[in-house]
């Protein structure tokens, strides 16, 4: 399932089996699924709770007419972020770009490029994502062992600290042990170690968004009312 339309079709033809009224539903379909899609689904993991629910409601699938009365039963898989948090790390924010200074093609002037100001938080964030962060920040070349190994040590960190914690304790550990020439961890549970040195990060850029006035979501499609 690799588009939007293709899976609209699906869940009309397919799933609901409909013979009646089949444009509104497809039209439906396709302006719920981009609304899932920010929540943090893809198309396939949406694709399978279709199947699921088709295979276990065969007599009630066919009656209905919307997507969300399916999808808007369950909860994004594997999703580390919780709601009405207001998160820190950049790794958890979508944010409009910073001013890019350009040359003008025709006359050769700089010119200052902006866009209208947002920050939303990410709908998702999984524990692979944190995984690949830790990888990449600690330049591991990670084998299927390692990872097995490191899902059981970051879902026991998980129980103990917040994900903003544990995202700045990795940026943490990588500048202080650059600073006295060590070498990069290579075992998470060493991140206890940084996790004063994450929350004082965190601490500071909390007080920097507060003196700015942006320690809240500016939501994208909101974003022109600010200016």
């Given at each position: ?73 369950i ?7 919780e ?116 929350r ?28």
């Amino acid at each position: 399932m690799n588009t939007i339309q293709e899976l609209a079709n699906y869940f009309v033809y397919h799933i609901t089996k409909s013979n009646l009224g089949v444009e509104g539903r497809i039209k439906s379909a396709e302006t719920s699924i981009p609304k899932l899609l920010d929540k943090g689904w893809s198309l396939e993991e949406i694709k399978y709770h279709l199947d699921l629910f088709a295979c276990t409601y065969p007599q009630i699938v066919t009656n209905l007419y919307h997507i969300d009365e399916i999808m808007n039963q369950i909860e994004p898989p594997n999703n580390l972020m919780e709601k009405d948090i207001f998160y820190y790390h950049s790794e958890l924010r979508i944010m409009s770009s910073p001013p890019k200074i350009i040359r003008d093609k025709q006359t050769g002037k700089l010119i200052r490029q902006t866009e209208d100001f947002y920050l939303e938080m990410k709908r998702r964030y999984t524990l692979q994502d944190l995984m690949n962060y830790w990888y990449k920040k600690m330049a591991i070349q990670p084998t299927e062992h390692i990872m097995r190994q490191d899902e059981g040590k970051f879902k026991y960190i998980l129980e103990h600290y917040t994900l903003d914690e544990i995202l700045f304790s990795i940026d943490a550990a990588v500048v202080l042990r650059k600073e006295r020439q060590q070498k990069l961890l290579r075992n998470a549970f060493e991140l206890d170690k940084y996790i004063e040195d994450a929350r004082e990060f965190i601490r500071r850029k909390e007080n920097t968004h507060k003196m700015g006035g942006i320690n809240r979501e500016f939501r994208k499609e909101r974003a022109a009312a600010y200016h």
